[in-house]
């Protein structure tokens, strides 16, 4: 009889576990890789060194937006305070970019955000992550790379003095226009990234060379020519800021945008030959570089022109033309061709690795991540990622959808600064533990929990009868019967405290986000009724820092010094940085617009029934071989299987 209640009890267990299994599947997290863990061989060649990450972030980031964006911000936002606007937006992107260093470092894969958001966050925020990252490096890399035609065209003298082979031709029937050279180029740089990462690196580290020189030329040419002309662009009446400090910060908003980039350093970790020291080093000096470049650009371009007579298109060339320097034109225009190329690399490297991360967590069909034994990169993957971009370059004129790539990255950018929080103050300490080890520790657990439940009840007789069964021959009488209790009650009082500041800590981490969302919704919500939009911005500001401050007070988890791979890069001006970091993400994604969410949306649809009807049921998590528990239990359980097994 007591056998079959047993069984009863077990299957009845069985059923919750499943069915709580089933409910949980979008907050399950995955091990993270460490010492404590045996990571497999991922099959990626390691080859990358600090100057290649350089160059990938260099090369990811300055795009065509600096030799165009200038222009428009500088006429209708900043006037000469552009600069201003620039280091705003720097360091704002500096704030992610502390949140990625750490991260990158103590969980160095290929799969970025997707991955750490998948450690720290849960399967189903990974997912939403990986899949709007497949969606902006798609579009990213498709609307680059028809921006390259034009500018090449002006080589030629004009689109009409193109090859036949490269001339942009309209379809009447379908009404759509189609961009062969833009589809070659796709296909170029696909198999680029298909011969080896280090050789496709090298090509990218050279097209980003000659991009930095011609905005160096910009520098030191522009440099002279306002010395010789005294700057005629700062000597306007409406002072340095003619739009006021709105107007600089509006424009800070904008040129946000053109630090985009970065991140695509962190795609590479698994192929980066020293990943915690190079990783950190690379993504910082790319965006300081990045900075610098944009801001002194800046300072030459607005200083030349007044800023209401720069060219909207080509603000840099036309500065130039100004002076009677039309041959600089050609130097220009030579930067922005090579700034697409790079970027377009930079666009098209990162998604195959996504994709390749997806698959081996199961979410995704096993042949994206297949490895070729030659070159070492997924080459099937990036095959697939290069048709997939050549198409849309062909046949569709992205930029209409320019905006949903800015949601993928605010969407990156954001999750990673939660993950450092998570990480700081609950963070996850789990590893694989095999089926052969189950049975010992649910008995210990159990014998745990018994124990320390048992500790306010039990009588004076059961407590001398116990320390006398378990006195240790070298401990005194006295000492076994009062340090034992002793010792244990503030054993069990440790873990309930440490319980009960986990629990703060996470839900101070819900509460900012709340508020974050509540207060930048309400700031947005600029047609809305003023009084129900201030007392919403009040109870946002409220909760916003109601969450911050019990987390600037209580103490951070101890577990955060051996999570992962420790010793790397720590995020400074915890838990400030990364609740600025989510408050500005935030708000720049709010303000994308409607037309692009409803767009982004559908996109994510798809993505949330693939992931129902394939990635949720298909996941590694749910092998029922393996189960996850506390690291320091099972390193204990391990060992002591092992004396057991002696």
């Known amino acids: 009889m007591g056998a079959l209640v047993n069984m009863q009890k077990g299957g009845g267990d069985g059923c919750r576990r499943a069915f709580s299994r089933g409910l949980t599947s979008l907050i399950r997290r995955k091990p993270v890789d460490s010492v404590h863990t045996r990571s497999e061989t991922r099959g990626l060649a390691r080859r990358l060194s600090l100057v290649d990450l350089i160059a990938i972030g260099v090369g990811s980031t300055i795009g065509a937006g600096v030799y165009i964006l200038v222009g428009t911000v500088a006429r209708e936002n900043t006037g000469p305070a552009l600069t201003i606007s620039f280091l705003v937006a720097g360091i704002a992107a500096a704030l992610s970019a502390f949140c990625y260093a750490e991260l990158a470092c103590r969980c160095p894969s290929a799969g970025s955000a997707y991955h750490y958001s998948y450690i720290c966050v849960g399967e189903g925020i990974a997912w939403l992550i990986g899949w709007a990252l497949i969606l902006e490096y798609t579009i990213g890399g498709s609307a680059v790379a028809r921006g390259i035609s034009p500018n090449l065209a002006l080589f030629f003298g004009g689109e009409d003095k193109l090859p036949a082979f490269l001339v942009r031709y309209t379809i009447s029937w379908l009404g759509i226009v189609v961009d062969p050279c833009a589809a070659i180029l796709v296909f170029i740089v696909t198999g680029l990234l298909c011969v080896g990462i280090k050789e496709s690196t090298l090509a990218q580290t050279i097209v980003t060379v000659v991009n930095v020189c011609v905005m160096v030329f910009i520098i030191i040419a522009g440099g002279y020519l306002g010395f010789k002309t005294g700057w005629v662009g700062y000597e306007l009446q409406g002072g340095y800021f003619p739009f006021g400090a709105n107007g600089m910060l509006s424009g800070s908003a904008i040129v946000f945008f053109s630090y985009i980039g970065f991140d695509s350093v962190t795609s590479t970790a698994e192929e980066v030959k020293n990943p915690q020291k190079d990783l950190p080093l690379g993504i910082g000096l790319a965006l300081a570089i990045c900075c610098i470049l944009y801001m002194l650009v800046s300072v030459v371009i607005v200083g030349l022109v007044p800023f209401y007579e720069l060219n909207a298109d080509t603000p840099i060339s036309s500065a130039f033309s100004s002076y009677g320097m039309k041959w600089a034109a050609y130097t220009v225009t030579t930067g922005a061709v090579t700034a697409l190329v790079a970027t377009l690399m930079g666009s098209i490297l990162p998604q195959p690795r996504i994709l390749m991360a997806m698959a081996r967590d199961g979410l995704l069909p096993s042949f994206f991540s297949d490895i070729n034994k030659h070159t070492h990169v997924p080459v099937k993957s990036t095959i697939l990622t290069g048709i997939f971009a050549a198409t849309l370059a062909f046949f569709m004129d992205v930029s209409q959808l320019a905006g949903m790539v800015s949601v993928g990255t605010l969407l990156a950018f954001t999750t990673v600064a939660i993950s450092v929080l998570i990480l700081r103050y609950v963070p996850p300490e789990e590893v694989p533990l095999v089926s052969s080890l189950q049975e010992p520790l649910d008995s210990v657990t159990s014998q745990f929990h018994h124990d320390t439940q048992d ?16 006195r240790q021959p070298l401990l005194g009488e006295e000492e076994s019967l009062i340090g034992y209790p002793l010792n244990k009650k503030e054993l069990a009082q440790d873990v309930q405290n440490e319980q009960k500041r986990r629990k703060i800590a996470a839900w101070s981490i819900t509460l900012l986000c709340i508020g974050v969302l509540v207060l930048t919704s309400a700031a947005s919500a600029e047609k809305f009724w003023s009084i129900p939009r ?7 500001i409220a909760l916003l820092l109601c969450g911050l401050t019990v987390l600037t007070c209580i103490e951070q988890d101890d577990a955060r010094h051996s999570f992962g791979h420790t010793g790397g890069f720590v995020c400074p001006f915890v838990p ?28 994510l649809v798809v993505g949330a029934l693939i992931y129902v ?12 071989d393996a189960a996850h528990e506390p690291r320091t239990q099972a390193e204990e359980i391990s060992a002591t299987s092992s004396e057991d097994v002696a």
């Open 576 to 603: 400030f940085l990364p609740a600025a970091c989510i408050l500005i993400n935030t708000y720049l994604l709010i303000n994308l617009g409607a037309g692009t969410w409803i767009r982004v949306s559908v996109w």
């Open 455 to 470: 500790i306010g009840t039990e009588t004076s007789k059961n407590l001398l009868g116990s320390c006398e069964d378990d």
């Open 534 to 540: 201030f007392m919403l911005c009040g109870v946002g």
């Open 613 to 624: 009807f394939y990635g949720r049921t298909h996941s590694s998590l749910v092998d029922a």
